[in-house]
C-alpha cells in the first residue's frame, strides 16, 4: 500500500512538472531590440493567438482615444497593425469575466502586478478596451489588473493602455524552399523552351 502511495505522489509531481512546462511555454519572445538577442519588445501567446507588449506601461494613461491612437501608430521593428485589447463578452460586469482578452490573460495565464512575467509593468490598475459600450458610445469597457474586474467607464477618463497585435508577429514569413524554387524555375525554362521550340518548328513549314 506504501508503494502505490509513493507511485501516485511521484504521478502528481511529475504531472506538476509538466504543467508548469506548459506555463513557461505559453509565452515566446519576439521582436528583439538586437537581432537574435533576448531583449524582447513582446510576447506570443500560443493559447490565444496574440502578441502583446512586453512593457505593459509604455505611455502611461491615457483617454480612451488616445490610448486608440497610440497603439494604431506603434511600429515595432517594422510591424504595424497594433490595437487596444478587445472585449467580446459585453454583459459582463465585474470580476471573473473571462470573454475579453485581458480577462483571458489574467485568469488563464495569471498575469498580475506581483506576477507579470514575462511581461513589465503591469500596473495594478484599469486599462482601456478597445470595445465601446454599444449602448451608450460616451463609455467604453476596461479591465483591472489589480482586481480582475470588466467594468465602464466614461472614455474621457485617463486609464493605462497595453497594445495587442493578432497572430505570432515573431514567426518567419513563408517563402518557397531552396529546392522547390529551383523546380520551379526549371520547369518554367522547360516551358519556354518547348514555346520556342513550336515556333522554330512551324516556321520551316
Sequence with gaps: ??????????????????????????????????????????????TTNLTWLANADVNGTMTWSAANSWAAGLDINGVTGWTLPTTADTSCLGSNCTGSQMGELYYSAGITRSNESPFTNVQSNAYWSATEYAPNILLAWHFNFGNGSDNLDYKGVRFYGWAVHAGDVGAPTSAPEPGALALMLAGLALVGFAARRRLALRSFE
Design 1 to 46: 500500500m506504501k508503494i502505490h502511495h509513493a507511485r501516485w505522489a511521484s504521478l502528481g509531481v511529475l504531472l506538476l512538472g509538466v504543467a508548469g512546462l506548459a506555463q513557461a511555454d505559453q509565452f515566446t519572445g519576439v521582436l528583439p531590440k538586437t537581432s537574435g538577442g533576448t531583449n524582447y519588445q513582446a510576447y506570443y501567446d500560443s
